[in-house]
């Protein structure tokens, strides 16, 4: 069966701190992974990572992703309040139209 | 933009009754999908269409019905709801085929009593 895990669950820091979110995956013929920002309601996307080795950037947020080790980290740099939410991480699969989704970690930033 | 739109965002529910939650999409999106996040659960999939009249089972299945009859609509039906469907529902399009890129609804919170 397809997992991701997320760690930590929950992190509390302060504004200006720099964070970074784990996700690990065991998906059969693993094909990307994928970030998602949660805030009140509906996930909205990050990034898609493919290629190991290869950071992905936007602004103070950034991904990559290590295939050797089946994982990917999430850092954000400077942080400020409206970072607070949840960070979903997901893994997709080739010949499967369906992500796995993990669990979360649920970032708070204190001001 | 419009986007994925969800009704209604609350609900309260009797064991045994039946609804159905909406979803529209304004992307022409081919992809669509129903979602439940549960604590200590992460989102888990439901249904799946690839695109109309195409219909398939997700992670957990048992207890809802999907049609879709249109490209923009693709409602999720609960049969006889028990209070286990307590859960907040999302809706997501894709205009991928192999549906990473969701785009999310804003979710409806399901109460069943």
């Known amino acids: 069966e397809d997992k991701v895990v997320q760690s930590p669950l929950s992190l509390v820091v302060h504004e200006g701190d720099t964070v970074t979110l784990n996700c690990s995956y065991e998906?059969?013929?693993?094909?990307?992974l994928l970030w998602y920002k949660q805030e009140k309601k509906a996930p909205t996307f990050l990034f898609m990572l493919?290629?190991?080795?290869i950071e992905k950037k936007s602004g103070r947020l950034s991904s990559i992703l290590d295939k050797k080790e089946l994982s990917s980290i999430l850092n954000i740099t400077a942080t400020q309040t409206g970072d607070s939410a949840i960070y979903l991480c997901?893994?997709?699969?080739?010949?499967?139209?369906?992500?796995?989704f993990g669990t979360g970690t649920r970032l708070t930033i204190i001001p | 933009n419009a986007g994925v739109t969800q009704t209604p965002k609350f609900q309260v529910l009797k064991t045994g009754q039946s609804m159905t939650l909406q979803c529209a999409q304004d992307?022409?999106?081919?992809?669509m999908s129903w979602y439940r996040q549960d604590p200590g659960m992460g989102l888990r999939l439901i249904h799946y269409?690839?695109?109309?009249?195409?219909?398939d089972q997700g992670e957990v299945p048992n207890g809802y019905n999907v049609s879709r009859s249109t490209t923009e609509d693709f409602p999720l039906r609960l049969l006889s709801a028990a209070p286990s469907q307590t859960s907040v529902y999302f809706c997501?399009?894709?205009?991928?085929?192999?549906?990473?890129?969701?785009?999310f609804g804003s979710g409806t919170q399901l109460s069943v009593l």
């Open positions: 997501a399009s894709s205009d991928d085929r192999v549906n990473e890129k969701l785009f």
């Open positions: 998906v059969t013929n693993f094909r990307s």
């Open positions: 493919t290629s190991s080795g």
């Open positions: 997901a893994a997709s699969n080739f010949g499967n139209e369906k992500l796995t």
């Open positions: 992307m022409n999106h081919e992809y």
């Open positions: 269409s690839v695109g109309a009249g195409i219909t």
